[in-house]
C-alpha cells in the first residue's frame, strides 16, 4: 500500500516533486521557518544541514543533540529528526540529495577515512577555520543550484562537491571535533541501536537483536542501559512509539492498518501500547496537537 503524507507546513505531497534534479537545496534558513516543523519527521533521503549560527536541540533517531554553530549534521535516509528547540538567531542551510546522488558520492569517496567519520557522526562540530572552508563551499555549490537552465546542473554540483572533499577531505579529518574513541559499550550500542532502527517495526523481541549480535539478552540489555540510560527493550518500544507517531500525524493510514505494519497482533494490542507510553488513545493523538 502507498502511504500518502499530508504536511503542517505547505511542503510538496511526494519526494519527486522536491527532487526534480538529484538533489534539492534551501540556503539560510530563519529561526520562522525551522520553527514550523514542530513534529517528529521521517527522511524518505539523505539530508545534510549546515548550521551557521545559533543553537538548536534535536532529537535525531531519539538520541538528543544540543548543537551549537558552526555544525553540520547529516539526516540518513529513513531517519527521524524532531527539533526540540532553536535560538533567535539560527541561521541554517541544508540539501536533500537522492539516493542515486549519495551512491555515486559514496562510490567516488570510497575508502575515505574522512568519508567513514561523517557517516559516523549525525553531528560533527565544526573548528572556526573548517566553518569558514565549509560556508564558502556551501555559497559557491548553492550558485551551481540556482542555475536551472543548465542542464548539466547536477552533475556539476556532483563533481563539485568531489573536487572540494578530494582537495580538503585531508584535513578535515584532524579538525573535526569527533567523540572520543569507541569503547565496547559504545560499539556494542550502536550496533545495536542500528539493528533497531532497521528491524523494530517487525521485530519487537529483545532476543532476536541478542542473537544477531551473539550476545545473551541480559548482556545486550545492561550494556546499552549502561551507556544510553534506556534498556534495549525501552529503546525499541522507543522507536516502535516514535514511527507511530509519525504515522499518525502525517500519513493516511487508520489506527488498524498502522497496527499492521508495526506488527502488532491485533490494534486492540497497538491501542493498549500506545495508551501506556502516552496516555492517550491513537485517535486521541491523531487529533491532538501535541508531538510529545
Known sequence: MEVKYQYRVKLPQTLSEILKSEIWMFNHI??????????PMKFAATAFILLRTGNATVDINLRKHHIQAPAFLKISANSYLHIREVSDDIDAATAVASHDFVDQLQILFRNKIWLHNVY????????????ETFFKFYDDMFHLYEDSENPDRDAAILHF?????????????????LDSPDTTSKSLTE?????????FATQHQLAFYASQL?????????????????????????????????MLKSS???????SDQLNFTTPSAFGKFFRK???MSPLNFRKSNTDS
Open 30 to 39: 530563519p529561526a520562522a521557518i525551522v520553527r514550523l516543523a514542530t513534529e
Open 191 to 199: 550496533k545495536f541501536l542500528s539493528l533497531a532502527q532497521k528491524y
Open 252 to 258: 493516511n493510514l487508520n489506527v488498524s492498518q498502522i
Open 277 to 279: 507510553n502516552t496516555g
Open 120 to 131: 559516523e557522526n549525525s553531528v560533527l562540530s565544526l573548528a572556526s577555520e573548517t566553518a
Open 161 to 177: 562537491i568531489a573536487s572540494f572533499f578530494f582537495a580538503n577531505g585531508y584535513r578535515f579529518s584532524s579538525r573535526l571535533k
Open 214 to 246: 551473539s550476545i545473551s539478552p541480559k548482556h545486550l540489555s545492561r550494556s546499552v542501559k549502561k551507556f544510553t540510560g534506556f534498556s534495549a527493550s525501552q529503546w525499541i518500544d522507543r522507536y516502535i512509539l516514535l514511527e507511530a507517531k509519525v
